[in-house]
């Protein structure tokens, strides 16, 4: 898969699996499923309302030894309500949780 480098190094993946608008049970069979063919990028925000199950699903690919975390560039977003210095760091560990 094509990729995209830094100025300090790293790459991304040009392709990544969107979870935006998935349905409840659906985004985490997505997730298991584009890792097994190959995604290495998975975009996800908070106000998606489904991070819990991506995580359920990445830790599950994880755990069966799919990828390990350094293998995946994940995508999140701090949304437009959370960019008071004040309400940062809440949502970084609600994502990161």
């Known amino acids: ?3 995209l480098t830094f100025a300090n190094g790293d790459t ?3 392709l990544g699996l969107g979870t935006w608008k998935s349905r409840p049970g659906e985004v985490y069979e997505a997730v298991k499923a584009a890792i097994e063919m190959g995604y290495r990028h998975i975009d996800c925000a908070h106000i998606y309302g489904n991070e819990d199950e991506i ?3 990445l830790q599950e690919v994880f755990a069966a030894g799919t990828v390990q975390r350094e293998d995946l560039w994940i995508t999140s ?3 437009n ?3 008071a210095p004040e309400d ?3 949502a970084l560990e609600t994502t990161l949780n």
């Open 55 to 57: 995580g359920q699903a």
């Open 88 to 90: 940062v760091q809440p």
């Open 81 to 83: 309500s959370d960019h």
């Open 77 to 79: 977003k701090l949304w």
């Open 12 to 14: 991304m993946p040009q």
């Open 1 to 3: 898969m094509k990729t």
